[in-house]
Structure formats: structure tokens, C-alpha cells
């Protein structure tokens, strides 16, 4: 038996991988991510549309549960889970993230603060009237393209014969293997306003489309406030729209005034109105500002209202200016017209966009027109047997009476072929042999009733005659007219016009840049206490001196320091924090105050204080950083004067940590003490000076799973003495070594 020869094809691994990560990008690209510039619709969106259509889920029939809905397209056409058609499924029925709800929802389908959609067994769906009547009629005229679904078992359209520029009325947005869309939804009737004067005027300007494109309008509302630079961005199809929120003084009770935010930017939909609250309340915290004195969110179905109640006499234009300026009530919409045109990815400008609409309603109505104009032609044909046959009705059925079989009849009437008929005269013969209907009269012929000959009857067929030659007057001068077509989009862009537009939400306008003037904050000493479990306040220096030896006893860390300053933490783990002085809750000696973990990014659980001291201190000092493994360096207190909250104050080795940051003093040497009681005197002098990045130099030379305890800088006499196993040690009379040696062994 002879063995067969494997088959194996050899090439290159990363060939392979290449073609195979381009063609999953480019399916997600294609198949996911992006809409079609024609329809704008991305492919999990038209395919839920399409199979509420098939359900027969109009705008005039009951609802039904989306659950059907989601299950009845993913096992039809979508085979990508269930949470990502129902969530396709919320968004088109979200008035406040749609600007043309496609979808009419019914129960909870979220709110505009992030409250999520209920399960899709508790909702229902169906169409809204523009979606029927815009979206997916004409379906049967053979408008579009029918595809095989993914298991070729069902037939999809592969573009819904849409008849307005969704892709802009809606906008989109969506993310794909390197590129990503991000298209604001506009207005109706400015949108179409626009298709009609390019449709009139083909080398119309984007300049000039701007006349009727003003901008983005959003259904949240707000301010698009930077309107000169929208032409470069429709010219391109990239750029960024600042946004701002509408904002509305009232007059409150007490002669005291409101802020009451009506509009928001279209970013902050969903949990960023929260975080604009949060913001709100951390701006009053920091003492940001003193004006605001409450804040509510009165928010309901109606529309967005939040009250920020101020103080009397508050400075109301700079607050506003401030909000704008910390807060997400001015944002920034970043704009990547990126759509699918003719199969491939293109970023689009506007008068790109309306071109390719433009292109595909010419191509649409062609279709749809061939197709009326051939059932016209179909049926003038039989109209036209019919008429002819009423007026030779009586050779007709003497025809039928002499043959013998339909075919013989069919035959007779087609080619006039009499043979193995019965005539009843030779002239009856004649005329038979005389008749040339077609196959499709003939057939009709045979089928028609005989209450067609009632005399009303025929002058019925005469009247639907007359019509069905003036539709093929019709549909054969929009088919070879130009203007006629033109006209014919025009006249249905002007009827979804005048039926679906409505008054522009979001209004354009060129605005200043927000400046508010930060209130100086009136400079004074003051005393911050921490305590060892890390909580932390500031006190003014007469109530310190009034209670100094309270305070110092139970504080861990007593810093006087500006109120203005910022306060140095350093860990064992390397790192330095910086808290803001004007972070720590200012108040009575008796007060608690507050976690540092709070108000800076040191964490408790992972880390452990070295020291603490002002910036200012810092600033003017060296520092000497000592570890466990024994390595010391000398850093300048001038690299740690940085914005960031947190840096790595110095480099560790493997399984080190920091055990001594100190600020240096008089100290002309330093004291090393280890776990198994060697110390080791150094003069200062020896340690290099180097920047924080530097991992040291080594101090002291460990002996086998020892390491360094304590660091001592010895100054006063009470300094100078310290207890080693109830043994006090003179750590003055300790021999001077050099840096690097083992040290000497304390005695007891």
C-alpha cells in the first residue's frame, strides 16, 4: 500500500498573522463598528430594523417584547450575542442620545443621568412612523441589494433605502481596529434645506452649505461656541466642537440669586452629570468657591434643571466662568466623520456626505422606477388584450367552443393557427386566422370572468387603461429626465420636512474664552497636626501655643507652616505625596480631621509614613535617604518641589525599603543601627550627592540576613544617648569609621 504524501504548505508565520489581523480588522470595520455612508446605519442597527419590519412591528401596531425582537434577530441575521442588539435596540429609542428616534420604546429604556434600560423581557418596541415610512418602504421594488445572511438560510438587505442623510440627522459613533467614528447628530430640516440646494446646485461650496448646515444640533441643547471653525471641520470631517451648557439666573427668596442649569453638553448624557455634581460639591470643599452655598438636581422626564443655590452678593458671571472652566458644563466633542463608502473606510466632509446620499437616492428611485414602469408595461400589455378582446368576443368563444384543448386556443389566439378547430362559417376562420395577441393576453383571456363584459366593466378597463399609460408617461420621463428625478427627491425631502422637523435645539455661536478670577486666599501660619493613625488638620499658632503640650503629645507630626504651602509625606516604599495645606480641614484643637488617604494618593494598607515635613523646608534643605540594605545618598530638597501628587522620591533595590528621609541639620555625622545590634558612625561628608533617581551608595556592610533598623543624627545631648537593651549607648563616643565597613558590635 502506498502511504500518502502529506499535504503541507510552508510560508511565513508572520505573513499569515498579518493577513489575518487585516481581515479581522477589516471585518470589524465593515461588519461591527462603522455606518454606511448611504443609510447611516452600522450593521446590528439596520439588521434590528429590517426584523421589526418582517414581524410587522409598525407604528401603527401593538408593541411587542424586545426580547422577541433581540432573539428573532440574532438567530436570523446577527449572531454576535443578545447585549449588543438590545443596546443598539435603547440607543434608537433614546430621545436625549438620538436626534430621530428610530425605535418607539415602550417602558423603562434609561434616563438621560445613566440609568440603565430595563431587561428586555420587561420592555416593548415597535417602529416610529418615520422609520417605516423613510427607512423601510419600498423594500418590494427591488430598491436594494438582498445578501445571504451568515448562515445563508435568510436573505438581508445590505443597505436600507433610506431617503434623508441619516448618517448627519442621527450622527454615529463607534470604535474599530485603529480608527474610530465620532459624528454629531443635526437637524432635520437644515440637513435637508442643504440636499435640495446641492441637488440644484451641483459645485456648491461646503462654505455655502454652512448657510444651511449652522452646526451640530444637539437633543440635549447647549451652545456650540467656537462657530468659525466649524467650516474647517465640515470641510475636513475632523476637528473639535466646544460645548457648553445653558446656564439661567432666577431670582430666589431673600433677595438671594439662583443658577439654574436648563441645557448640558451633549458629553456629560448619562454618569458625567453626576461627576458634574461631584465636581460642583468638591469646588465648594477645596473653598474653590464660597458662593454656592446648595446644590440639587431637579431633573425629571421634562428636561435637565439642576439649582445651584448662591450666596447674597456672589459673584455670579465669574462663578459661571468658573463652572465652565472646572467642570464638564464646558467640554469638548471630538469630531472623525469616518463612514463606509463604496466598501471601504472614509473620513468625509459635509458636502461629501450629501453627495453619496444624493448618488444613492438616484440610484434608488432608478431602481424603484424600473421596476413600477415594468408592472405598468405588464399590465398595459394585458389591459390592451383585454380591450381588444371585447370587441372580437364572440369569435373568441366560438374559438372556444370549436377546440378541443387550451393549447389549441392559445395557439389560435397567438398565431392564428385554426387547424382542428370547429368553426360555425368560413369567415370566422378568416378573422381567427387573422388574431395575434401575446402569450401574457392570451393567457389573460382565458382567465377572464364574464362579468368583465358587463358595459361598465369595459369602461372601467378603459379608465385604468388611461391611467396606466399616464404612469408610463410618468416613470419613463423620471427615468430619462434628470430634472424630473431631481425634482421627484426634492418634493419627498420637502414632505419629511414639513412633517418630522422641528425647531433647532442647540444654538451656534462664537463666545469668549471662560476667565474667572481665582479669590486670593489670605496667606497665614499655621500649625499642621497629625496624628499615628494618620488623620490630619491644621490649627491657627495661638490656639498651638495654647495647647502645646497636648498637641505635642499626642501628634505624631507638629509642622508649622503657610497656609499656602504643601506638605512632603514620604514611605517606606520610596514614594513622596503632596497634600495641600489647604486640604486639611482647617478648625478647633479638639478637632478630629481627616485621613491623609483622603486628600492624597497614600494608601494605608500598602505603605508606611518615613516622615513629613513642608515643602518649604524641603525646598531649602538636603535630604539624606537611608534604607534597610544600607544604602544612603544625599538628594537636594529642590527636586522635590513638583506638581504631580505623587513621585518616586528615590530608586530601591530588590526587597528594600526606605527607613530615613531627614532634613540636614548641624549634623556632622550619622549613626547606623541594625537589627542584630551593630552600629556604624559615618561622617556625613561621605554620602554623595546625587538625584533622587539614584538607588545610593552603600552606608554600611551587612552582615548575613541583617539590616538596618535605625538611622541616628545625633546633635543635642539628648540626641546623642540612646537605650539598646536598657543599656544606654553614647553614640558621640562611637570611632568615626569610613562608609562602607561592617561597624562594631554593641556590648551589653
Known sequence: ???????????????????????????????????????GLKPVQRRTLYDMYELGIGYDRPYRKCARIVGDTMGKYHPHGDSSIYEALVVMAQEFKKGLPLVDGHGNFGSIEGDGAAAMRYTEARLQKITQTAFLSDLDKNVVDFLPNFDETEKEPEVLPVRLPNLLVNGSDGIAVGMVTSIPPHNLGEVADAVVATIKNKDITTAELTNYVQGPDFPTGGIVVNKDELKAIYETGVGKIKLRGKVQVEQAKGGKMNLVITEIPYTMVGANIGKFLNDVAT????????????ISNQSSKDGIRIVLELRKNADIDNLINMLYKKTRLE?????????????????????????????????????KYRTLLQKELEKKEIQEGLIKACDVIDLIIEILRGSKNQKQVKECLVNGVTEGIKFKSRNSKKQAAELCFTEAQATAILEMRLYKLIGLEIEA???EHDITVKNIAKYEDVLNNYDSMAQLIIRELE????????????????????????????????????????????????????NKEAADAESRYVIS???????????DTGSQHLIKVLDAPFGKFRDKGKPIDNFCNYDSSKEAIVAVESLQKIRMSLLIFGTAQGMVKQVEGAEFDVSKRTIAATKLQEGDKVISVHCMNE??????????????????????????TARGVRGIRLG?????????????????????????????????????????????
Open 283 to 294: 469646588l465648594v470643599e477645596t473653598k474653590k468657591t464660597t458662593d454656592i452655598v446648595d
Open 331 to 367: 467640554d469638548t466633542f471630538g469630531v472623525n466623520m469616518l463612514a463606509v463608502a463604496d466598501g471601504r473606510p472614509e473620513t468625509l466632509g459635509l458636502k461629501k456626505i450629501i453627495e453619496h446620499h444624493i448618488d444613492f437616492q438616484f440610484e434608488v428611485n432608478t431602481r
Open 704 to 748: 548575613k540576613d541583617d539590616r538596618v533598623e535605625m538611622i541616628y543624627y545625633p546633635t543635642s545631648e539628648a540626641d546623642k544617648i540612646i537605650l539598646y537593651k536598657e543599656k544606654e549607648i553614647h553614640l558621640d563616643r562611637l570611632r568615626i569609621a569610613g562608609r562602607d565597613t561592617k561597624g562594631t558590635k554593641i556590648r551589653v
Open 561 to 571: 507652616c503657610m497656609n499656602t504651602d504643601k506638605i512632603c509625606v514620604f514611605t
Open 495 to 546: 414632505t419629511l420636512k414639513k412633517e418630522y422637523a422641528r425647531p433647532r435645539r442647540t444654538s451656534v455661536e462664537n463666545a469668549a474664552e471662560a476667565v474667572y478670577e481665582e479669590k486670593k486666599i489670605e496667606e497665614m501660619e499655621v500649625i499642621f497636626l497629625m496624628d499615628r493613625f494618620g488623620y490630619a488638620r491644621t490649627i491657627d499658632v495661638p490656639t498651638y501655643e495654647r
Open 1 to 39: 500500500m502506498e502511504r500518502k504524501e502529506e499535504q503541507i504548505i510552508r510560508t511565513e508565520y508572520s505573513e499569515i498573522m498579518q493577513k489575518s489581523y487585516i481581515d479581522y480588522a477589516m471585518s470589524v470595520i465593515i461588519s461591527r463598528a462603522l455606518p454606511d455612508v448611504r443609510d
Open 461 to 463: 378597463l378603459m379608465k
Open 667 to 692: 549634623a556632622e555625622t550619622l549613626v547606623f543601627k541594625t537589627e542584630q545590634g551593630i552600629c556604624l558612625r559615618i561622617a556625613i561628608g561621605e554620602i554623595p550627592l546625587q538625584k533622587k
